[in-house]
């Protein structure tokens, strides 16, 4: 019986070239980030990227004591392993993950960014040393010159984005041009080794910029999650009991009658429902007019004039009071006389 042989393990090699390449599909596929293959496909890549970081840390391929010209040309492309589980952690579009995926994927970036900081792979700075070296000298110079500190910041940033444009452009035409002879094999080492430097500063501009746009996100993405909570934690309203059917009726004599044709459903006058009403306090204002009527306005018109001494009003007053004096009350009433 022939021996069983243990799967080869992939090499390091391997694992970063198959999940550099898995990031670089997805980017070009014209499918939607969120249908299942490209999220199988993005788990795959992270799991591979993972192992070959695991694996560099192991064999200590790094240190903080060396120059970037101490590192062999093939090795140098292992320092991309944090900007690429970055940009693949970025590709996740769990939405009740989403905070998790944007600080995981920060944190890449600014371990690939100091890496390359250290090693003086390009001239930047890091994420929060703009800002403070700008907070030391602006204030003097923003108070003579008369112009805000935030449309100073504004614009040294806006000309930081401008030129990392116009780098990242440059970048990716030298990287043109010298891929198809690495990918062949053609490629001596001392163009292999300026090819991967190349992609280290090209990323190095992806990652500032995925940085800065990931800030961004981070407070909008917290305060839906704060916001969420709250909803979670807020004791739910009490249901309103549904109300029961009456019947409502004048007085207590049609109550008695429709009670007497509907005995399943209570029955109501109107004084009642009223006071009911009225002792909870749920009485509406509206609809009560205390708009006086015609005749009540018409009497205080009348009292008016009389107490302001209207001749015209005083005169009508006698002459009523004469014509009762003359007219018994009830006189010319014949409608009841046989």
Partial sequence: ???????????????????????????????????????????????????????????????SNEDLDEISSTDIRYLLL???????????????????????????????????????????????????VQGEDEPVRNTRAGIPPSLTAMAIQRQAKIERYKQRKELENKLSSLKESVKSGTADEE???????????????????????????????????????????????????????FILTRDALQAKVFGAG?????????????EQHRSKGVLPDQGVSSRPTDEEQEAADRERKEEQDDPDSL????????WKDTHPRGYGNRKNMG
Wanted: charged letters at 30%.
């Fill in 262 to 274: 509907y005995p399943s459903l209570p029955t109501m006058t109107v004084d009642d429902w009223y």
């Fill in 191 to 245: 163009q292999v080794r300026e090819y991967y430097l190349l992609h280290l500063r090209h990323w190095v501009c992806i990652a500032l910029e995925e940085v800065e746009s990931i800030d961004q996100e981070l407070p909008m993405v917290k305060a839906r999650a704060m916001m969420k909570g709250a909803d979670v934690t807020q004791p739910p309203r009490p249901t309103r009991p549904p109300m029961k059917p």
């Fill in 315 to 322: 005169q009508k007053a006698r002459n009523w009071d004469d």
């Fill in 82 to 132: 944090p900007a690429l589980l970055g940009a693949l952690t970025l590709k996740q579009v769990d939405l009740s993950h989403r905070l998790q995926h944007l600080e995981a994927a920060r944190l890449y970036f600014l371990d690939f960014l100091k890496r390359c900081h250290d090693y003086k792979v390009s001239k930047f700075n890091l994420p929060g040393q703009e800002e403070a």
């Fill in 1 to 63: 019986m022939a021996e069983e042989t243990e799967p080869e393990l992939p090499k390091l090699s391997e694992l970063l070239d198959k999940g550099w390449q898995i990031l670089e599909e997805i980017e070009d596929s014209s499918q939607p980030a969120g249908v299942r293959e490209v999220q199988d496909k993005v788990k795959r890549g992270l799991g591979m990227l993972e192992e070959a970081t695991r694996m560099v840390s192991q064999l200590q391929l790094f240190s």
